[in-house]
């Protein structure tokens, strides 16, 4: 067998889908007794320090509906991927947890996309 080089290696990644990459890990996995998740321990080392400056986990808190409910429910239904009358019977139960335990900085932007439909919303 011809060996590869490594540029033809990643064109041919390049081609590949997000389902045969997965295949491709979990076979690379199995034939070297190797796992992939050593480097995602790498990158959490930075997620430790900002643990230290404030919450690693909050929870969306929709306070209030506003004048236009009807955007507050599509932002909910696309926050949550809640159906639509799931979506309604959350924004009528307000003041309600639209999300929970997520990263601040996700509830900052699901923040941003409610309070853009007229929503008042808190982070705790």
Do not use: R, W, Y
């Not at 209030?64 to 926050?79: E, F, M, T």
């Not at 979506?87 to 509830?107: M, N, R, T």
Request: zero cysteines.
């Amino acid at each position: 067998m011809a060996k590869l080089t490594i540029e033809e290696i990643v064109a041919s990644l390049e081609e590949m889908t997000v389902l045969e990459l997965n295949d491709l890990v979990k076979a690379v996995e199995e034939k070297f007794g190797v796992t992939a998740a050593a480097p995602v321990a790498v990158a959490a080392a930075p997620a430790e320090e900002e643990v230290a400056k404030g919450p690693s986990e909050v929870s969306l808190i929709l306070k209030a509906v506003g004048a236009s409910k009807v955007q507050v429910i599509k932002a909910v239904q696309a926050i949550t991927g809640l159906g639509l009358m799931d979506a309604k019977k959350l924004v009528d139960a307000a003041p309600s947890p639209i999300k929970e335990h997520i990263s601040p900085v996700e509830a900052e932007e699901h923040k941003k996309a409610l309070v853009a439909a007229g929503a008042e919303v808190e982070i705790k």
